[in-house]
Every structure is written in C-alpha cells, then in structure tokens.
C-alpha cells in the first residue's frame, strides 16, 4: 500500500474539485441560461430591422443541440482531465481558467447579446 500524501500535497486536490464543481455547475447554468433566453430574443432575430451582431449570432443563432453538446462535451473533457492528468497542481490551473473563461462568458453574453437585444426590445415597444 502506497504512503498517504502529505497534507501539503492533498491541497491541490481540495481546491482542483471544489473549482472543478464550479466549472460544471457554472458551465451548465450559462448554457441552460443561453439556451432558455433563446424564446425571449429569437422574435427580435427574425426582424428584418435589426442587423445582429458575430456574438449574437454565436450565442443565439446556434443551433440549440450543437450549442447544449459543445457545452456537455466541455464539461465531460474538464472531468476527464481529473483522471487524465496526474500532476494535481496543472489540473487547479486548468480549473481556474476553466473558471476565468465561464466569468469571460457571462461578461460577454451580458455586454454583446443581452444589452443590446434588450435595448432593442425597449426600443420596439415605445
């Protein structure tokens, strides 16, 4: 039976599965999200007035299965890492990222799609 790791060296372990939880958690959220704002800014796409911009094609005009599996596929590539990689201290760095991507995501979902659709869609009503 191998030797039990040093407290020391089971830190990065903690922190790489909490992170890694986050990732998911946080990953499938954005993409249930996205993918149920679809309903709301879909109308706003079909108007021939409004031109939409690369980020709201990507994020609204994608089809909904592509968009959902590129999201599933990810999340099983960041929990196929964990077992992949045995070097616990690249595996945090992975996860924290995985997690300063998610955060770039929501910023771009909410400056490039919502903003402007949701401006649109005050402007329409008025």
Same mark, same amino acid.
Do not use: C, Q
């Given at each position: 039976?191998?030797?039990?790791?040093?407290?020391?060296?089971?830190? /990065? $372990?903690? *922190?790489?599965?909490? %992170? @890694? &939880? +986050?990732?998911?958690?946080?990953?499938?959220?954005? !993409? =249930?999200?996205?993918?149920?704002?679809?309903?709301?800014?879909?109308?706003?796409?079909?108007?021939?007035?409004?031109?939409?911009?690369?980020?709201?094609?990507?994020?609204?005009?994608?089809?909904? /299965? $592509?968009? *959902?599996?590129?999201? %599933? @596929? &990810? +999340?099983?590539?960041?929990?196929?890492?964990?077992? !992949? =990689?045995?070097?616990?201290?690249?595996?945090?760095?992975?996860?924290?990222?995985?997690?300063?991507?998610?955060?770039?995501?929501?910023?771009?979902?909410?400056?490039?799609?919502?903003?402007?659709?949701?401006?649109?869609?005050?402007?329409?009503?008025?």
């Amino acid at each position: 039976m191998p030797p039990s790791p040093a407290p020391e060296d089971r830190s /990065p $372990v903690v *922190a790489s599965l909490v %992170i @890694l &939880f +986050a990732d998911v958690f946080g990953y499938g959220a954005f !993409a =249930v999200h996205t993918v149920l704002s679809r309903r709301r800014y879909r109308p706003v796409l079909d108007d021939p007035m409004f031109e939409p911009s690369t980020a709201v094609e990507l994020f609204v005009g994608l089809p909904a /299965p $592509v968009y *959902a599996a590129a999201f %599933i @596929l &990810f +999340a099983i590539g960041l929990l196929m890492k964990e077992v !992949a =990689v045995e070097r616990r201290g690249v595996t945090l760095r992975v996860n924290v990222l995985a997690l300063v991507g998610l955060a770039a995501l929501w910023w771009a979902w909410s400056t490039a799609v919502v903003a402007p659709l949701e401006a649109w869609i005050l402007g329409s009503k008025t």
